[in-house]
């Protein structure tokens, strides 16, 4: 069954303190997990950032809840027990305990009118996500349309600018040794499909061959054989294959099967290593971050790189 929310959860939640003891978090976790019959599967279920399981997120805001509405009590680090108040609460037989249920407590409005300007918007597909899903599921929309207009820019931007950009991000990785090296041999090789060769370290202990396709179209299985050709006419065993689009199956399928080892990047997936390493787009301070991603700056910051 789907996890319940973390709204839902506050009354069992409270209902398992009712014995007055002390209770962690890891066992209220646990004794919920299994009050709502959860498989094993839904138990490791990971928030979208993969911090933290699912349920143990939604059980420690239903906590934080009833806590600022002074239901339980915290006796120690990761302990709490019932209180007088939810002692009454419970007495009163709820059918359901929720953030409606607890604005009867002064102490909860307060806490929620200090956190409300702080507090992300609930999209509608989600009215109950607890804080921290609301900001990772806004910070999953604003990383997507992020992602959608860098790589529009990139497919827009002139081939020296893409090439320029392809050393930029794996530079940006710790491939290619310095800046300086991978401009050298990335654009000068031209053979057999290869357009440069760039060291794998900053040591130059071995080398990796590039080709980079500015491509609408998907990228298929014929081309990715000619690029592992080129590589077994270099014997060379490593190649990384970038395109602005995407691979077909059966590119993606022969590339797992050939013995040269050959990494695919994909558009959407040089958008995303674009914005992990800040290549192209302009931070927040000193780094992206999840809370707020700068869309607009984007076209700005590519626009000056291709002049």
């Not at 006796?75 to 609460?89: D, H, L, M, N, P």
């Not at 702080?118 to 604003?142: I, K």
């Not at 302009?282 to 971050?289: A, L, R």
Request: proline share 5%; charged share 25%.
């Amino acid at each position: 069954m789907p996890i319940a929310d973390y709204q839902t959860i506050m009354l069992p939640h409270l209902r398992l303190l009712a014995d007055g003891g002390e209770h962690t978090l890891r066992d209220l976790v646990n004794n919920l997990a299994d009050e709502f019959h959860l498989t094993e599967a839904e138990r490791a279920a990971l928030l979208p950032s993969g911090t933290q399981p699912v349920i143990n997120n939604r059980v420690y805001w239903a906590k934080k809840y009833l806590q600022e509405g002074r239901l339980l009590e915290t006796i120690r680090r990761g302990a709490v027990r019932i209180s007088s108040r939810g002692r009454q609460a419970l007495a009163t037989a709820p059918t359901r305990i929720d953030t409606k249920y607890l604005e009867q407590f002064p102490e909860f409005v307060s806490f929620r009118s200090i956190r409300h300007e702080a507090e992300p918007t609930q999209p509608e597909e989600a009215p109950h996500a607890t804080p921290q899903e609301a900001l990772e599921t806004a910070y999953q929309r604003l990383r997507g349309e992020l992602e959608a207009e860098v790589l529009d820019q990139v497919k827009k931007a002139s081939p020296a600018f893409f090439e320029r950009l392809v050393i930029q991000v794996l530079v940006a990785m710790g491939y290619g040794g310095t800046l300086s090296d991978a401009g050298k041999a990335v654009g000068r090789s031209g053979d057999g499909g290869i357009d440069g060769i760039i060291k794998e370290d900053r040591l130059g202990l071995d080398v990796i061959y590039v080709q980079a396709k500015r491509w609408e179209n998907s990228v298929g299985r014929p081309e990715v054989q000619k690029f592992a050709g080129a590589l077994q006419g270099q014997r060379a065993r490593k190649g990384i294959l970038i395109t602005t689009s995407t691979f077909t199956k059966d590119a993606q399928d022969f590339a797992a099967v050939i013995d040269s080892r050959v990494v695919l990047i994909d558009g959407p997936t040089l958008a995303a290593l674009m914005i992990d390493h800040n290549v192209g787009v302009t931070p927040c301070g000193h780094s992206i971050s999840r809370s707020s991603i700068p869309t607009s700056s984007v076209k700005s910051r590519l626009a000056s790189d291709q002049m």
